[in-house]
């Protein structure tokens, strides 16, 4: 594979040796890290960005408290990050929630009992439906955007995008059928993944995220390299050498937990299996614009007003209270796919009143002065390449996640999207880590063993 590394040359430092190096310090590679260390496995952790996390961030407010601009949900059924989560000290509270959420036409309020959306909940029963049989090949070449142009009520049309949009993250004239139906099935159907209470989205952390990440890092210490973007992993006899921006790693095990389509940035030599090399050539990262205002408080909770908003208007925008028990107020703002991008055009004062803007009608003038606000626009994130996860273009025949990696010469893998339960998901990159730490554990006693007189 080609190499494409925009990363300033670091100082170079000697070539340096590990048992197993980890490429990647998001959650799976901190995870799979901290396991091998535990069981007393020599690990380096080598990370391309100036900063541990991948696509977990968090950032601490002008009044103290911390709001993630990565992934931040924890569902109700997600126990794996739930348990790290308490392991590390953490808080996890449920997020402020109703059953369903306000929708914004303009400065309308679209009810819920209107035929439109009527429409759209019977068609989001009829894909929950669907996505438990066996889809027609057909379905692969099918986009999403064709589906919808087919819709006939814009509001219901519309509704569904967004839908679609803030689920996937995904240019949807570039995102199969068969791919959204695949990943509502893996994903625990229409109503885990779209539900907060009792769904996916229904708890979050007081401290953030990012701090499960801080403290993880902080348990490996010097053991993770911070600016060691990988450029090559060479396989010969005498072990694997990874070719970094800072340095040479000479390893018997390596780790990649990066997203698959920035596996076209490494070298491999020799090059991968012909199946590998199509998850990364066929598949690409979503695009997801992520803002939170911070208030003093969460003031729109003084009259009843619910927060938790859908708004159908350009530049479409799934809204959540994700306000701690105590204070702040945080409100969040997510906006997806081609119109994410169209943000990336405005200046930052612009792109904040354009996110903001549509909610004045229902939260209040008083929205438009937060004490803080924070941004994140995954699809410019160089070491990242988007979010929330993977996607398949159209045509591909196994479409969508688990991605299935099988280990090569000595190469493991693990990420998210690699993931049998809750791929996608916080908890999938952390179950992705537990997996293929095991597994090279597993073959390190077993090469321990055949080494081992008798």
Same mark, same amino acid.
Not at 28 to 51: K, N, Q, Y
């Given at each position: 594979m080609d190499v494409h590394s925009t990363h300033t040359e670091g100082p170079t430092i000697p070539t340096q040796t590990a048992?197993?190096?980890?490429?990647?310090?998001?959650?799976?590679?901190?995870?799979?890290?901290?396991?091998?260390?535990?069981?007393?496995?020599?690990?380096?952790?080598?990370?391309?960005?100036?900063?541990s996390g991948g696509r977990a961030m968090s950032e601490t407010t002008a009044l103290g408290s911390r709001v993630d601009l990565g992934g931040q949900w924890i569902g109700h059924d997600h126990h794996r990050i739930a348990s790290l989560a308490a392991e590390l000290g953490a808080t996890q509270f449920r997020m402020h929630t109703t059953p369903m959420p306000t929708i914004?036409?303009?400065?309308?309020?679209?009810?819920?009992?209107?035929?439109?959306?009527?429409?759209?909940?019977?068609? $989001?029963?009829? @894909?929950?439906?669907?996505?438990?049989?066996?889809?027609?090949?057909?379905?692969?070449?099918?986009?999403?955007?064709?589906?919808?142009?087919?819709?006939?009520?814009?509001?219901?049309? #519309?509704?569904?995008?967004?839908?679609?949009?803030?689920?996937?993250?995904?240019?949807?004239? %570039?995102?199969?059928?068969?791919?959204? @139906?695949?990943?509502? %099935?893996?994903?625990?159907?229409?109503?885990t993944m779209l539900s907060t209470t009792g769904g996916a989205q229904e708890s979050l952390l007081v401290e953030g995220v990012g701090t499960l990440v801080d403290r993880l890092a902080d348990e490996m210490g010097p053991r993770i390299r911070l600016g060691h973007r990988v450029t090559s992993i060479v396989r010969d006899a005498d072990g694997i050498t990874l070719s970094t921006t800072a340095g040479t790693i000479q390893a018997a095990k390596v780790v990649v937990t990066v997203p698959p389509p920035l596996l076209n940035r490494i070298n491999f030599l020799p090059s991968l299996p012909t199946d590998l090399i199509a998850i990364a050539t066929s598949t690409y990262m979503g695009s997801v614009y992520k803002a939170i205002a911070v208030f003093d408080r969460p003031f729109w909770r003084d009259h009843g007003t619910?927060?938790?908003?859908?708004? $159908?208007?350009?530049?479409?925008?799934?809204?959540?209270?994700?306000?701690?028990?105590?204070?702040?107020?945080?409100?969040?703002?997510?906006?997806?796919?081609?119109?994410? #991008?169209?943000?990336?055009?405005?200046?930052?004062?612009?792109? #904040?009143?354009?996110?903001?803007?549509?909610?004045?009608?229902?939260?209040?003038?008083?929205?438009?002065?937060?004490?803080?606000?924070?941004?994140?626009?995954?699809?410019?994130?160089?070491?990242?390449?988007?979010?929330?996860?993977?996607?398949?273009?159209?045509?591909?025949?196994?479409?969508?996640?688990?991605?299935?990696?099988?280990?090569?010469?000595?190469?493991?893998?693990?990420?998210?999207?690699?993931?049998?339960?809750?791929?996608?998901?916080?908890?999938?990159?952390?179950?992705?880590?537990?997996?293929?730490?095991?597994?090279?554990?597993?073959?390190?006693?077993?090469?321990?063993?055949?080494?081992?007189?008798?």
């Open positions: 048992t197993v190096a980890v490429v990647g310090a998001g959650l799976a590679g901190l995870t799979a890290a901290r396991a091998l260390h535990l069981a007393g496995v020599d690990v380096l952790v080598l990370e391309a960005a100036d900063r914004l036409d303009g400065a309308r309020r679209v009810s819920l009992s209107a035929p439109p959306m009527l429409a759209t909940a019977g068609l $989001l029963l009829c @894909l929950e439906a669907l996505s438990h049989i066996h889809p027609p090949q057909r379905w692969a070449a099918k986009t999403v955007a064709d589906w919808l142009a087919k819709v006939p009520w814009r509001t219901s049309r #519309r509704a569904l995008e967004l839908i679609a949009l803030t689920s996937w993250t995904a240019d949807l004239d %570039r995102f199969s059928v068969k791919a959204m @139906l695949k990943a509502i %099935r893996l994903q625990g159907g229409l109503r619910n927060a938790q908003i859908m708004v $159908l208007d350009s530049p479409g925008i799934a809204v959540f209270d994700t306000s701690p028990p105590d204070g702040p107020g945080h409100l969040c703002m997510l906006v997806a796919g081609p119109r994410a #991008r169209a943000l990336d055009q405005l200046d930052a004062t612009s792109r #904040r009143e354009t996110v903001l803007g549509p909610l004045v009608s229902q939260l209040g003038a008083e929205l438009l002065k937060p004490v803080s606000w924070h941004e994140k626009a995954w699809h410019l994130d160089d070491n990242v390449g988007g979010g929330y996860t993977a996607l398949p273009e159209p045509g591909i025949t196994d479409a969508g996640m688990p991605l299935a990696f099988t280990p090569v010469g000595g190469i493991h893998w693990a990420g998210s999207e690699s993931a049998v339960d809750h791929p996608g998901y916080l908890d999938g990159a952390i179950e992705s880590g537990t997996r293929v730490a095991r597994e090279v554990l597993d073959v390190l006693l077993k090469q321990r063993n055949e080494v081992t007189p008798r």
